[in-house]
């Protein structure tokens, strides 16, 4: 028995050894051990049981390892995962690294730490294209056309609007120091902000006294818009109406419960979209109960190519309810519902699970030729109106909208009448 035992340790020294002879090479280079080897001395074909995992991992190594130039771990890792999605010929479904992700969560959520103010690009910085009320921004003078040259003491001219933003944010109570330039004034203006949790504003409103119309603009549908939506409505309500214009042109849409919560104001307990998912199987979504709004006048609804997701959701079930007619141009045509899942590293990955059908209107799915040109899709308007992409636009003056004044004109009649009249006597 010992004798067995003894040759038995020695042809596993002898197999070991062998082994090892195959590997050094590699662990010399400091990679791991190619199977591949090992698995032809064996007479095992080379990938006979290969993973999709383990030939992205064996892709991914030799590139990390053997390309001319160094590669960064985590731009190859990215790249890979951009790919992977893309590869599904699918514009919603995405991957998102840190920054992204955690932009993505702010949007949704419409509440984060910052200074109350919304940016976008210039060459000098970030200009201020507005500022929320008693948000530290305007607490500390800064308006709408200041450009925001420094975060911090760093110079922010030149760079993406992403990275400004991200400098801006952070915790509640902590304190950023900006520098920036006022409209017609040469010298800059530095102060230290101390940072306060915002709740982005989603919803605006504005009251026509000419026409006696009132107007809900709808930018997004985040956590907090059917709330902002309820609180708007009632301001407007305290002025007489012959009509509501709900804007939800350029609204890429959000979450769909949002838009069930808002047309909680309209419905209870009715059925806003059924869900089909891979498997066959079906889920539903429907308006919730105890918000109910009595809406004594009429409400037309602006929609146009950039309203999307939950905005469509939320015009077509209201066209499909009765409570509303849709004014503009033809909607986007995004019928699918993602979801967004976080992984390991902050990242996440935003995934087409299902389509969506509204509770009357057919399918309404964008198609596209092999160009990427619009071919059909979308909600039809009731009343088409095209837009001069050139025309210069005075949100304090509805005729300057061919959208918004043909919708006054259809809630108001005498809206032309008075306007003609208004002109008259200036």
Not at 110 to 129: C, E, H, K, T, V
Not at 209 to 236: H, M, R
């Amino acid at each position: 028995m010992k004798l067995v035992t003894a040759i038995i340790g020695f042809l596993a020294m002898v197999l070991g050894c062998f082994v090892f002879g195959f590997a050094w090479p590699d662990i010399q280079k400091g990679q791991l051990p190619s199977t591949s080897a090992i698995s032809n001395l064996f007479g095992v074909k080379s990938g006979a049981a290969a993973t999709p995992e383990l030939e992205f991992t064996h892709a991914y190594s030799k590139v990390l390892a053997e390309y001319i130039k160094p590669v960064d771990s985590t731009t190859l890792k990215y790249a890979g995962m951009e790919g992977l999605m893309s590869s599904l010929g699918d514009p919603h479904t995405m991957f998102m690294p840190p920054k992204a992700s955690e932009a993505f969560n702010d949007e949704t959520k419409a509440n984060f730490g910052g200074i109350g103010a919304r940016l976008g690009q210039d060459p000098l910085g970030a200009r201020l294209s507005d500022v929320f009320d008693g948000g530290p921004a305007k607490e500390n003078g800064l308006k709408g056309g200041d450009i925001i040259t420094a975060v911090d003491g760093k110079q922010v001219g030149g760079m993406d609007i992403d990275d400004v933003v991200t400098m801006i944010k952070g915790k509640e109570g902590t304190i950023v120091k900006l520098t920036w330039m006022e409209p017609g004034k040469h010298e800059p203006i530095t102060k230290a902000i101390k940072r306060a949790r915002i709740i982005a504003p989603t919803v605006e409103s504005k009251y026509f006294p000419d026409y006696k119309v009132g107007y809900i603009s709808v930018a997004s549908f985040s956590e907090p818009t059917a709330d902002q939506f309820g609180t708007e409505i009632d301001k407007l309500e305290q002025h007489p109406l012959k009509g509501l214009v709900i804007d939800l042109r350029e609204n890429p849409g959000g979450l769909l419960q949002s838009a069930c919560d808002m047309l909680g104001y309209f419905v209870e307990d009715k059925l806003v979209v059924r869900m089909k998912f891979r498997d066959g199987k079906e889920e539903i979504a429907k308006s919730p109960s105890g918000f109910l709004h009595n809406f004594n006048y009429p409400i037309l609804v602006l929609i146009n190519e950039d309203s999307a997701s939950a905005a469509e959701i939320f015009s077509g079930c209201l066209r499909d309810f009765g409570k509303a007619k849709l004014v503009g141009e033809h909607s986007y045509g995004k019928s699918s519902v993602q979801n967004v899942f976080p992984l390991v590293d902050q990242s996440s990955a935003k995934i087409t699970i299902a389509k969506y059908y509204l509770p009357l209107t057919p399918y309404y799915g964008r198609k596209l030729d092999q160009d990427g040109g619009f071919i059909s899709g979308g909600l039809e308007p009731d009343v088409k109106v095209d837009l001069d992409p050139n025309a210069t636009i005075d949100p304090d003056n509805p005729k300057t909208d061919a959208q918004l004044w043909r919708a006054i004109e259809m809630l108001n009649p005498q809206a032309a009448t008075t306007a003609t009249t208004a002109s008259a006597g200036h």
